[in-house]
């Protein structure tokens, strides 16, 4: 096959799956300039805390992957707060 037929092959299968390259997740990080690392996520009605143990990227990361995994509802919103937030 020609060079040119795959990339138009690539272009009509890529247009076929147009939720293939959606955006999944929307990240909201709210907290002040000094209130800390990371601790809460909220997802939907669901809220994850940190463990004393995990560093905030991996926080982070595993909040991710909980926020598209319970949910079929495309894009997903997580709410991340600080310590000092998490009152609010």
């Known amino acids: 096959m020609s060079t040119a037929l795959e990339r138009r092959m690539t272009k009509l299968e890529a247009a076929a799956h147009p939720e293939a390259n959606r955006i999944n997740l929307i990240l909201r990080r709210i907290i002040r300039a000094d209130s800390g690392e990371v601790v809460r996520a909220i997802i939907g009605d669901n809220v994850v805390d940190?463990?004393?143990?995990?560093?905030?990227?991996?926080?982070?990361?595993?909040?991710?992957?909980e926020a598209l995994a319970g949910t079929h509802r495309r894009p997903v919103r997580v709410i991340l707060l600080s310590e000092q937030d998490v009152a609010l």
């Open 50 to 65: 940190r463990q004393t143990d995990e560093s905030e990227d991996d926080f982070m990361t595993r909040s991710k992957v």
